[in-house]
Structure formats: C-alpha cells, structure tokens
C-alpha cells in the first residue's frame, strides 16, 4: 500500500515480557517517527529518526525502550520488561520533507496491552 | 506538562451548529498543525498554519494562527455527523528535529 504500516495491529502481552512493534513508512521517506498514544490523550513523541540514525530519542520513557532504523526503512520499537503503564496506542508516522514543519503521514497504531 | 491546552475536551452538538476549537501555549511555535483521528486510525493532517495571524479555510472549516503564533482555532460552519472524530492541535519549534507537540484533543460528536 501507499500509506504507513504498522504491524502488529494489536499486541496482548504479560507483565515483564519482550516486544516489537514494526513500522514500514511511506517509500522515500527518510524522517520516521514514533508516538505513544493513551486513551483519551494526544500523541507524545518518543523518537525521531533521520535515515538510519536516531536524531532525538528525548521522548523514551525510560532505558527500557529502544528502536532501530538499520536500513533507513522499516523501523523497530522494542519495549523490555513490559508494565502495565505502558499499554497505549504506539504510532509511526513518515514524513519527506524538511524543513520543520513538514506533513507527517501516521499509520494506524499498533494497540498494546499489557496484563 | 501540557505544552497545548485544547478546549473544550468533548463537545456534543446538532447538525448544523457551528463551533470553535481552541488551542492555547505559552509557548511560540515555528508551526502548527490540525489533525482529524477516527477510532482505529492514525491522525490525518487537516491543515499547517506557519504565518502569525494567518487563516486557512478548507471548506466549512477555518484555521486561524494567532498573531504571536502561541495560539491556535478551528472554526467549522454547519456541522455535519461526517465531522464526528477526535482533534488534534500539534505545534512544532524552531529549530526543532521536526517532532510534534500534541493537545489532549477534542472529541466532537455530531449529531444528525
């Protein structure tokens, strides 16, 4: 498809388990995104790719998130010790240009719950 | 801390009604975006106001950026139930990697 995928769509795990959420951006796009969205709330930043590279990971929580970029494409956010606190909405979102400022394309969010 | 203050949180209104949504910061924003969310889905970009004092209308539907470009509105004319879904105001800094500033979000029902 065209727009912003993310994979899984919905994510039940336990307390203190491992997980991966995928995001697979618009074609071309170098800068990606990533949100947590909890209910009833905005979305708030976690992490900013540009390329490969993260430029701004000031949005992760804590050292228990981490997320990846090897090839500048496809995207990885990888959670450890899963908490109930951190059940929410993750979403990706891409965008090709800069300056600041530019559109970013959201996909639809991967739902995580943590039991 | 909320850097965007939207309000109101939740508004019920009748087709047809007209209605305002605010978005306030002491913060200046180099930018400010309106996104629309449907349940399920990930927002989808309405509208960039970048200019102090600028208005952008898209159909029944006016962005205005204040003068200080703190603030933000949206105005729509005439609701329709089509407009029910969740608004978003996201401000984004000078200088910044791009990263976007959410408000808690406006949750408009429509009814017919």
């Known amino acids: 498809g065209a727009g912003v995928s993310q994979t899984p769509s919905n994510k039940v795990t336990e307390k203190g388990k491992y997980v991966e959420l995928r995001c697979d951006p618009i074609?071309?796009?170098?800068?990606l995104y990533w949100y947590r969205q909890s209910l009833g709330q905005g979305p708030e930043f976690l992490i900013y790719?540009?390329?490969?590279?993260?430029?701004?990971d000031s949005g992760l929580p804590n050292d228990r998130f981490f997320a990846v970029r090897p090839e500048g494409s496809v995207s990885t956010l990888k959670i450890q010790r899963t908490e109930r606190g951190d059940s929410a909405v993750y979403l990706c979102?891409?965008?090709?240009?800069?300056?600041?400022?530019?559109?970013?394309?959201f996909g639809p969010g991967t739902r995580l719950t943590v039991l | 801390t909320q850097l965007l203050e939207q309000s109101p949180q939740f508004l019920s209104i009748q087709e047809g009604e007209n209605l305002t949504v605010y978005c306030n910061s002491s913060?200046?924003?180099?930018?400010l975006q309106w996104y629309r969310q449907e349940p399920g889905e990930g927002p989808v970009l309405l509208v960039t106001?970048?200019?102090?004092?600028e208005v952008k209308k898209l159909k029944r539907l006016t962005f205005q950026f204040g003068d200080a470009r703190k603030d933000s509105s949206l105005h729509i004319t005439a609701a329709q139930p089509g407009d029910t879904g969740l608004y978003l105001c996201?401000?984004?800094?000078?200088?910044?990697?791009?990263?976007?500033?959410f408000g808690q979000g406006t949750t408009l029902q429509v009814k017919p």
């Open positions: 074609s071309g796009h170098t800068a």
């Open positions: 790719f540009q390329g490969t590279g993260a430029a701004d």
């Open positions: 106001v970048v200019t102090g004092g």
């Open positions: 979102a891409s965008s090709a240009t800069i300056p600041v400022g530019g559109p970013q394309f």
């Open positions: 913060s200046v924003f180099s930018s």
């Open positions: 996201a401000g984004a800094y000078s200088g910044n990697t791009g990263k976007l500033i």
